[in-house]
């Protein structure tokens, strides 16, 4: 069974840390591009950053740069992100998703997620005093 599962959400406060997984299970994650998404609820979806299979390039949009950080564990078979400096306008459930190629990762960052193959079920992190 193909599986996603994100897990590291919680309360944080403002400047605070916290890291994500996103782990797989019944594939090798490794085998394809990585999004991250972040959504409050009644709002859209909102991309953050793609990591490459392979050469693991990274990318990050402007909101998150210089704060967030993606890595892979091929061991574990998961994708982390590292979240530091965190903000209240950070609070969201945040999902991961496997995306069939680095360009339609892109895209997917934008909004259009006809490359997305499959959805984790999201993990609540709030940021707040």
């Known amino acids: 069974q193909v599986q996603l599962e994100e897990s590291g959400g919680g309360l944080v406060q403002p400047g605070g840390s916290l890291r994500l997984s996103c782990a797989a299970s019944?594939?090798?994650?490794?085998?394809?591009?990585v999004g991250w998404f972040r959504q409050v609820p009644g709002k859209k979806r909102e991309g953050i950053s793609c990591?490459?299979?392979?050469?693991?390039?990274?990318y990050y949009v402007d909101s998150v740069k210089g704060r967030f950080t993606l890595s892979r564990d091929n061991a574990k078979n998961t994708v982390y992100l590292q979240m530091d400096s965190l903000k209240p306008e950070d609070t969201a459930v945040y999902f991961c998703?496997?995306?069939?190629?680095?360009?339609?990762?892109?895209?997917?960052?934008?909004?259009?997620?006809?490359?997305?193959?499959?959805w984790g079920k999201g993990t609540l992190v709030t940021v707040s005093s």
């Open positions: 990591i490459n299979n392979g050469d693991d390039f990274t």
């Open positions: 998703a496997t995306v069939r190629s680095w360009p339609l990762c892109h895209l997917a960052l934008g909004g259009t997620f006809t490359g997305v193959r499959d």
């Open positions: 019944g594939f090798t994650l490794d085998d394809t591009p």
